[in-house]
């Protein structure tokens, strides 16, 4: 039985991962920080399915002796880090702590891994945000990188860390330099949750507008299912890389609104107000080409953008009923 250790279980990608493993046959051990007790459950939520069949750890991206203890505890064959402080607004109100958070974290579980369990795979959760400003869309591996954030800096150096223990020390690390992608678990600060969320409350009757920034921003939005499925292909190859995984599509925040509402049968034209407090200076498109992936990892999305904004819309109703 294979043993695999994933940093951020508690998020998005966590805990869609975590499934996909455990059908696999996995054991699976994952980190997790403190909350107060009033917030552990919500901390929780995404993984509560699953908390009888993995082991949690505690530790944070702050602490190397708990990264150190995690993985000596759990002596894992594959490593996934995903854990981040991962909202691209918030980056900017503090950039100190995404920083140190991303690029010390990143480093330190690096660094045990070489130390405890140097046959391990190690994946990390690289981002298009590290593209930054870069201008020729579609972006692929061999694209410039100009990061135009604390957070797309962070996930550079992320990077050039997993490739450094790689090329240097011998480490299988790989590098999944993913686009947006979205699903009914998205945090809500994330435009596509706070959108379908939105829907189903007005809907319910329970909100009366929706703030939105830039409608016309433009994203490559994919399904977060079929991205860990990647992440996991990564990790079964025979020599380590590092894969652009996307849609190659583009879609605007309009496009989702526009699909959202009209799921519930209302027009969103009617019900969302543009707040600059939500604006954020966009530097470039970002479209990604995932030909190596496909052709490598037999990779390719499947679920199409309508279909998922569907799904987060219909998730988010039936939450609200239950
Ligand atoms: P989420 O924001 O849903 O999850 C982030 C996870 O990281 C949570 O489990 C969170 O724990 C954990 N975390 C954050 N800070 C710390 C810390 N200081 N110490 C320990 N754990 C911490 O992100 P996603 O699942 O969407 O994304 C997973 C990774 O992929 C992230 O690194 C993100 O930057 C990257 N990524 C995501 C994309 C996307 O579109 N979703 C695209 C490209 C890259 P807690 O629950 O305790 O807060
Ligand atoms: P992003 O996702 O920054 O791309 O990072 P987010 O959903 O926050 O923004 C997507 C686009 O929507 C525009 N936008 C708004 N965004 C938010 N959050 N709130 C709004 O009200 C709003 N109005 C318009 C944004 O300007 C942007 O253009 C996500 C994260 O998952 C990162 O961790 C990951 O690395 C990247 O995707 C790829």
């Known amino acids: 039985m294979k043993i695999a250790f994933i940093t951020g279980i508690t998020g998005q990608d966590g805990s869609y991962l975590a499934e996909i493993l455990l059908e696999k046959g996995y054991e699976v051990y994952g980190l997790t920080r403190r909350a107060s007790l009033e917030d552990q459950s919500n901390r929780l939520s995404r993984i509560k399915h699953l908390l009888k069949d993995i082991r949690l750890l505690s530790g944070t991206l702050e602490s190397y002796p708990s990264l150190y203890r ?12 995903l ?22 974290g990143t480093h330190g579980l690096l660094a045990a891994c070489l130390e405890l369990v140097p046959q391990a795979k190690f994946y990390f959760a690289g981002s298009s945000e590290m593209f930054g400003s870069s201008q020729n869309p579609p972006q692929h591996e061999e694209s410039q990188f100009k990061p135009r954030s604390a957070y ?20 299988f690390t790989a590098t999944g330099i993913l686009f ?24 319910q009757g329970s909100q009366e507008r929706l703030e939105l920034g830039n409608l016309d921003a433009q994203r ?14 990564m990790l ?28 519930v049968d209302l027009d969103y034209r009617d019900w969302v107000d543009i707040n600059p ?46």
């Open 277 to 322: 407090q939500f604006y954020r200076h966009e530097t470039a498109i970002l479209q990604g080409d995932s030909r190596k992936a496909e052709e490598k990892l037999n990779w390719r999305p499947r679920i199409s953008f309508h279909d998922m904004v569907c799904e987060m819309v219909e998730n988010d109703l039936r939450s609200l009923q239950s």
């Open 83 to 104: 854990a981040a402080q991962s909202f691209v607004n918030y980056s900017f109100e503090d950039e100190f702590s995404t920083i140190s958070a991303n690029i010390n």
């Open 236 to 263: 079964q190859q025979d020599k380590p890389g590092d894969y652009v995984i996307s849609t190659g599509k583009l879609h605007s925040v309009r496009d989702f609104c526009a699909i959202a509402f009209n799921y």
């Open 220 to 233: 490559d939005w994919g399904h977060a299912k079929e991205y860990v499925d990647a992440m996991w292909r």
């Open 70 to 81: 995690a993985l000596r505890e759990s002596k894992p064959d594959e490593v996934y880090h």
């Open 152 to 171: 797309g800096i962070s996930k550079v150096a992320g990077y050039h860390l997993a490739c450094n223990y790689r090329e240097n020390y011998g480490l």
């Open 180 to 203: 947006n992608h979205e699903s009914p678990r998205r945090g809500f600060e994330f435009v596509t949750r706070k959108i379908s969320s939105a829907v189903a409350r007005i809907k």
